[in-house]
């Protein structure tokens, strides 16, 4: 019984949605559990040829969420290695999933939602979507979610996005290639449907193969070094003295002490 979360099936469809509008679907150690076991039952059923992850409300995804936040101020190292490494599991379970994915982006996209993004096979965005890496303004890396949101966006676009945390439009991710179609709120259905076709009647297991062939062959692979060394990275920055300064005052209101 998922409680953040839906997943229903559709033919050979499955869509996984984020069900926590009030909040903008920030995720929590929860969330992150849930996505987890949904992406490995979809990726499990012979009958689910494709994947949309989608969201309810205005926004896809904004984040950690504020009480996951608060809790996380408080970890010790060893918790941050754990707590990351569920986060590192998740977007695996994702990008990984033999399944192809598509992320159906209704809203704006910020911090560790643009992981669920990049992890998708393909992405489709509303025009009036926004996109920010925001880690940095609270002293912390977007460590975990780099080894896909750099292979979708670029090396380039990310010198700039991950070190400004500027927010930019729908059309820009497009130029960069963070998403692959931008469309108006009325086509974005119709858009995602006509990528269902094009996945649901190409044969399974050459999707299949094909999906893991790009795995295989693009870059570096993603493998438990590289996972470890991102579950250090955000594990460290955490349980620094700007990471904890930074969240504090995110959650505190007030302006990070190197402002001052």
Same mark, same amino acid.
């Given at each position: 019984?998922?409680?953040?979360?839906?997943?229903?099936?559709?033919?050979?469809?499955?869509?996984?949605?984020?069900?926590?509008?009030? /909040?903008?679907?920030?995720?929590?150690?929860?969330?992150?559990?849930?996505?987890?076991?949904?992406?490995?039952?979809?990726?499990?059923?012979?009958?689910?040829?494709?994947?949309?992850?989608?969201?309810?409300?205005?926004?896809?995804?904004?984040?950690?969420?504020?009480?996951?936040?608060?809790?996380?101020?408080?970890?010790?190292?060893?918790?941050?290695?754990?707590?990351?490494?569920?986060?590192?599991?998740?977007?695996?379970?994702?990008?990984?999933?033999?399944?192809?994915?598509?992320?159906?982006?209704?809203?704006?996209?910020?911090?560790?939602?643009?992981?669920?993004?990049?992890?998708?096979?393909?992405?489709?965005?509303?025009?009036?979507?926004?996109?920010?890496?925001?880690?940095?303004?609270?002293?912390?890396?977007?460590?975990? /979610?780099?080894?896909?949101?750099?292979?979708?966006?670029?090396?380039?676009?990310?010198?700039?996005?991950?070190?400004?945390?500027?927010?930019?439009?729908?059309?820009?991710?497009?130029?960069?290639?963070?998403?692959?179609?931008?469309?108006?709120?009325?086509?974005?259905?119709?858009?995602?449907?006509?990528?269902?076709?094009?996945?649901?009647?190409?044969?399974?297991?050459?999707?299949?193969?094909?999906?893991k062939l790009v795995i295989d062959v693009a870059e570096r692979e993603i493998n438990a070094d590289l996972i470890a060394a991102t579950v250090?990275?955000?594990?460290?920055?955490?349980?620094?003295?700007?990471?904890?300064?930074?969240?504090?005052?995110?959650?505190?209101?007030?302006?990070?002490?190197?402002?001052?």
């Amino acid at each position: 019984m998922t409680h953040y979360l839906h997943i229903t099936y559709e033919g050979a469809v499955a869509r996984i949605t984020l069900a926590q509008p009030e /909040i903008r679907n920030a995720f929590s150690d929860e969330v992150i559990a849930e996505v987890t076991a949904a992406f490995t039952e979809v990726g499990g059923r012979a009958d689910v040829r494709a994947v949309v992850l989608g969201a309810q409300g205005p926004a896809f995804c904004a984040g950690a969420n504020l009480n996951w936040m608060r809790r996380m101020a408080d970890y010790t190292r060893d918790e941050n290695l754990a707590d990351a490494h569920k986060l590192a599991e998740m977007l695996r379970a994702i990008y990984e999933c033999p399944k192809p994915t598509i992320a159906r982006v209704q809203g704006d996209v910020y911090a560790g939602g643009m992981g669920l993004v990049a992890a998708c096979d393909i992405a489709v965005a509303v025009d009036t979507a926004g996109f920010c890496l925001s880690e940095v303004k609270l002293g912390l890396i977007p460590a975990t /979610i780099s080894p896909y949101v750099i292979r979708a966006m670029g090396a380039r676009a990310a010198h700039r996005y991950f070190l400004t945390a500027e927010r930019f439009g729908a059309a820009e991710a497009l130029r960069i290639g963070f998403v692959h179609e931008v469309v108006a709120a009325d086509q974005l259905d119709a858009k995602v449907d006509a990528l269902l076709n094009a996945l649901t009647t190409a044969s399974p297991n050459a999707v299949r193969v094909c999906k893991k062939l790009v795995i295989d062959v693009a870059e570096r692979e993603i493998n438990a070094d590289l996972i470890a060394a991102t579950v250090e990275g955000i594990a460290e920055i955490r349980a620094s003295e700007e990471g904890k300064e930074g969240v504090q005052s995110f959650l505190n209101k007030r302006q990070p002490a190197w402002l001052g």
